[in-house]
């Protein structure tokens, strides 16, 4: 399903539609969770051109003429399922998550996103889902090979790191090919030893751009969701992110006050994990950390008076009175505000992430103006690069590793620019025998964010 539907226009209300009825049932057995699906737009639509039967696209639900052919239990369950999807954002996390990631596999988002809001649903007996409906414990045992019941999944698992888990999908050997001639004419020409050619080789097969091969884990979850109805259209407003925060607000004290008046009756189970979390974007959080530590302090300075004392002349009164004391001025503690930035290129920090938090550092410091060292390793450091103010350009900087962590080494090495402060992206996988005296701030991945951090501060990065 690549586009939204157009209206049908049958000449139905403007509150009638194909799941009237289902509605009606499910505000019967569930007035405040069922009630969610008022807040929703439902559409009727036309499909002779694509075999739609329900779908939805974050904004509203659209049904086909199919659906009114199904018994009602199941209209219900369909209209419930998709309730559900527009209430938790999906479509809108898929977009989101597919900006963050850069390759994401929608059916395998789709069959995440089912398996949450069908177990969501599962307890209730007013209603049936479709034939072919995936469940997350049964997911979780198929992907995973973890057993653990419904309602503790659904209170540990929310749909990002859910997707993350089961897609294990790497570049097809074709693609491997196409683009490897010029790393085997490195390797022929630098050798380096057989562990080195097999790190490249790992990641290389992660970062290939082409078609993408299954693993395991991928295709044990297509194989359990073969009749599933793919029902996640692109969000409808994707082209608005900077809405993302206020809707997801709106939609999650929506969500929590429907349970509440249900109770025992609610739609929503155990769903704690997966509800719409509202987040402050990590780059505003980095922006705002480096702005407080590279922002230029004043400073007393005695080799001249302050402006207040230039302006009076010295003196007291209108009249030229008393001589007033030395008010002494102020000066900037530095001349140019200088940032370590340090990236542990051990094999963890995906491309993307990367190329993200490297045009961020690189706006930022243009900004302030700021003198930049990048100081790049694994166990030990393998390149030093410094910028001037404004000259910076981290996409440029090349990015090589792949051996142990140990952050030691790097810190060091930034201690010798005596940096007014430092940001180390990594994923705190290793030591750090050595505290340095500027302050540091943690950038860490989202897959890692419970790793704890030496020193300093920790921002994770979503």
Known sequence: MSSVPTDSGRGRGIHCHRGTRAIQKMVEFAPSTGGLALWIRHQDVDAENMRLLVANDGAAIYYGPAFEDLPLPVQVGMVAHQVLHVALRHPQRQAELARLLGDLDTELFNVCADAIVNSTLSHLSWLQLPAGSVLLDELL???????????????EWDLERLYRAIDDRRASESALRAGSGSRKQQDAEGGGSGRGRRDEREQALDSAPGEREDGPRAARARRLAADMIRDLLPAADADRPEHEAEQSREWRERIIRAHAGDGAHSMLRELIADLPKVRTPWELLLRTQLARGLSLRPDLSWSRPSRSYLANRGRVGRTGGKRMPWEPGSSSARAVARLAVMVDVSGSIEPPLLER??????????????????????????????????????????????GGTDFSPLLEAAERYAPDMAVFLTDLDGPADYRPSFPVLWAVPVEHAAMPHPFGRKLVLE
């Open 141 to 155: 045992f198929a992907t995973l090979e973890i057993r653990q019941g419904i309602d503790r999944s659904l209170l």
């Open 357 to 402: 938090f490297a045009r961020e550092i690189e706006a930022i410091t243009r900004r302030m103006e700021a003198r930049v060292v990048v100081i790049i390793g694994d166990d030990r450091v393998t390149a030093i690069e410094t910028f001037e103010p404004g000259r910076s350009n981290l996409r440029e900087v090349r990015f090589q590793g792949g």
